[in-house]
């Protein structure tokens, strides 16, 4: 009898709820299969009731079974996902091809291993940093849902391959930047793709010290470390599966996720999740919603709707998140990101090989729709000095949205430029900068579709 898997041994997120299934047993449930770890006692009696159970691997060693039975069917990880060494060395590739297309960025190093994590930034002359809607997509915060890292690599891919001859992906290159940084958790994606644990949902710090990583219960949650409501996310129990670390942005990989969004103002983001076929946005504060609460809902609405369920029966739905440590909270509330969490696919972490491109190519879809959005409707603001002409980093706000919740917005001190995704309508503008006197745009209008583009020269106050 299949029974004894310690609770820490077992996954943390399951492919179902608590209540629901024996997790210990029952390892994942997709369409009307299920993957169980059994007795041969019990395979007998479930022919005998007229179930056809297929014997995929008998073992005495009763965690080993339950850890390799997590890779599904295959019983280890099939080769259609890839390791982060092949991911560096495929855009590597790819890049060589097509140079002025993809800039590779350092963005860090990992916490424990100290291995780069790096950012990939695409755009017709990718050199350069323009002054262009900026969009990231970002997998595998969490280490075992390594579908993200495929779809960022197959965005990648797309882009590479399409530029030039898809209208699409080409008119995309010619006016936004796009960064992918395809592993954020690059030790705890190691631990997985490794063969190691296939449960591996942390990074690989060393919290206890003692020498040994990748045994649990060691290890941070990279998405409860940023700093946005730290102290109410994940849980304080270092050997918790949510452990947020001993501070915000303790660990090395959210502060490589802070560079990036410090190097770059971004617009919209989605960072990549497994699973539940369910999109969270920010966010449910108590029962407020977010400021930009109906710019938010109507664009992770339009993403969720072009994004088909594995079963095929219906798309992706949304739920607002709640607004504590983990990367949309901060994204939005400290830099003005619309970013989105999306669970992909559903009933396991790990998903089957002949799962795995209908659950990428759906989400190519979601892209596309997310990417419409860089077009508008908003306003695009440029500050500059009236003496100097130089761009200027100021704060760019609509009193009647934002309020206490989030920071202020700001123009970019690269390029002045501040953009704002908004429903059509009048909106009150304040743009501020200490030592410049405060300009007010009382009624900027929003058309239904498009920027509207002002360009506010601050006066100097002369102190
Ligand atoms: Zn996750």
């Given at each position: 009898m299949i029974k004894n898997i310690p609770a820490n041994e077992q996954t943390e997120e399951g492919a179902f709820g608590y209540n629901d299934y024996n997790r210990q047993r029952i390892i994942s449930l997709v369409r009307n299969t299920a993957l169980l770890l059994a007795t041969p006692e019990e395979v007998t009696q479930?022919?005998?009731?007229?179930?056809?159970?297929?014997?995929?691997?008998?073992?005495?060693?009763?965690?080993?079974?339950?850890?390799?039975?997590?890779?599904?069917?295959?019983?280890?990880?099939?080769?259609?996902?890839?390791?982060?060494?092949?991911?560096?060395?495929?855009?590597?590739?790819?890049?060589?091809?097509?140079?002025?297309?993809?800039?590779?960025?350092?963005?860090?190093?990992?916490t424990q291993f100290h291995r780069p994590i790096y950012a990939y930034r695409l755009s017709n002359d990718a050199a350069k940093v323009q002054d262009r809607p900026a969009v990231l997509f970002d997998g595998c915060h969490h280490a075992d849902e390594i579908m993200g890292a495929e779809i960022v690599l197959a965005l990648m891919e797309k882009l590479m391959a399409g530029y030039g001859t898809d209208a699409e992906?080409?008119?995309?290159?010619?006016?936004?930047?796009?960064?992918?940084?395809?592993?954020?958790?690059?030790?705890?994606?190691?631990?997985?793709?490794?063969?190691?644990?296939?449960?591996?949902?942390?990074?690989?710090?060393?919290?206890?010290?003692?020498?040994?990583?990748?045994?649990?219960?060691?290890?941070?949650?990279?998405?409860?470390?940023?700093?946005?409501?730290?102290?109410?996310?994940?849980?304080?129990?270092?050997?918790?599966?949510?452990?947020?670390?001993?501070?915000?942005?303790?660990?090395?990989?959210?502060?490589?996720?802070?560079?990036?969004?410090?190097?770059?103002?971004?617009?919209?983001?989605?960072?990549?999740?497994?699973?539940?076929?369910?999109?969270?946005?920010?966010?449910?504060?108590?029962?407020?919603?977010?400021?930009?609460?109906?710019?938010?809902?109507?664009?992770?609405?339009?993403?969720?709707?072009?994004?088909?369920?594995?079963?095929?029966?219906?798309?992706?739905?949304?739920?607002?998140?709640g607004p504590s440590s983990q990367s949309y909270p901060w994204f939005y509330g400290r830099r003005g990101v619309i970013d989105m969490i999306i669970e992909t696919g559903k009933g396991t972490h790990i998903f089957s090989a002949a799962d795995v491109p209908g659950i990428i190519g759906e989400n190519l879809k979601g892209i596309a729709a997310l990417l419409e959005h860089t077009a508008g409707p908003g306003l695009s603001v440029r500050v500059t000095d009236a003496v100097t002409g130089r761009p200027l980093d100021a704060e760019v706000w609509i009193p009647r949205i934002d309020n206490e919740t989030v920071d202020r917005r700001r123009s970019d001190v690269r390029f002045g430029r501040a953009r704002r995704l908004l429903v059509p309508g009048n909106y009150y503008l304040v743009i501020s900068r200490e030592g410049y006197a405060t300009t007010v745009l009382p009624a900027q209008q929003v058309n239904a579709t498009g920027w509207t583009a002002l360009a506010v020269a601050l006066q100097p106050t002369g102190q």
């Amino acid at each position: 009898m299949i029974k004894n898997i310690p609770a820490n041994e077992q996954t943390e997120e399951g492919a179902f709820g608590y209540n629901d299934y024996n997790r210990q047993r029952i390892i994942s449930l997709v369409r009307n299969t299920a993957l169980l770890l059994a007795t041969p006692e019990e395979v007998t009696q479930w022919q005998s009731l007229g179930f056809v159970p297929e014997v995929l691997l008998e073992s005495k060693n009763e965690l080993d079974l339950y850890r390799r039975a997590l890779y599904g069917p295959a019983l280890k990880l099939d080769p259609i996902y890839h390791t982060y060494e092949q991911i560096v060395d495929r855009a590597g590739a790819l890049q060589a091809q097509h140079p002025e297309l993809m800039t590779r960025i350092q963005i860090g190093g990992t916490t424990q291993f100290h291995r780069p994590i790096y950012a990939y930034r695409l755009s017709n002359d990718a050199a350069k940093v323009q002054d262009r809607p900026a969009v990231l997509f970002d997998g595998c915060h969490h280490a075992d849902e390594i579908m993200g890292a495929e779809i960022v690599l197959a965005l990648m891919e797309k882009l590479m391959a399409g530029y030039g001859t898809d209208a699409e992906v080409t008119r995309w290159l010619d006016t936004l930047e796009i960064y992918l940084v395809p592993v954020v958790n690059v030790d705890g994606h190691n631990i997985v793709t490794s063969g190691h644990d296939p449960r591996w949902r942390k990074n690989a710090r060393d919290v206890n010290h003692d020498g040994v990583t990748g045994v649990y219960p060691e290890g941070v949650d990279v998405n409860r470390g940023y700093s946005f409501n730290w102290a109410l996310g994940g849980s304080n129990d270092p050997e918790g599966p949510s452990y947020r670390g001993a501070h915000p942005f303790s660990e090395a990989e959210n502060r490589a996720m802070r560079n990036l969004a410090d190097q770059r103002q971004l617009l919209l983001s989605i960072s990549y999740h497994s699973q539940g076929e369910v999109i969270y946005y920010p966010w449910i504060w108590g029962n407020l919603a977010a400021p930009d609460d109906k710019v938010i809902k109507n664009l992770a609405n339009d993403v969720a709707a072009h994004i088909t369920r594995m079963d095929g029966e219906g798309t992706y739905t949304i739920a607002p998140g709640g607004p504590s440590s983990q990367s949309y909270p901060w994204f939005y509330g400290r830099r003005g990101v619309i970013d989105m969490i999306i669970e992909t696919g559903k009933g396991t972490h790990i998903f089957s090989a002949a799962d795995v491109p209908g659950i990428i190519g759906e989400n190519l879809k979601g892209i596309a729709a997310l990417l419409e959005h860089t077009a508008g409707p908003g306003l695009s603001v440029r500050v500059t000095d009236a003496v100097t002409g130089r761009p200027l980093d100021a704060e760019v706000w609509i009193p009647r949205i934002d309020n206490e919740t989030v920071d202020r917005r700001r123009s970019d001190v690269r390029f002045g430029r501040a953009r704002r995704l908004l429903v059509p309508g009048n909106y009150y503008l304040v743009i501020s900068r200490e030592g410049y006197a405060t300009t007010v745009l009382p009624a900027q209008q929003v058309n239904a579709t498009g920027w509207t583009a002002l360009a506010v020269a601050l006066q100097p106050t002369g102190q």
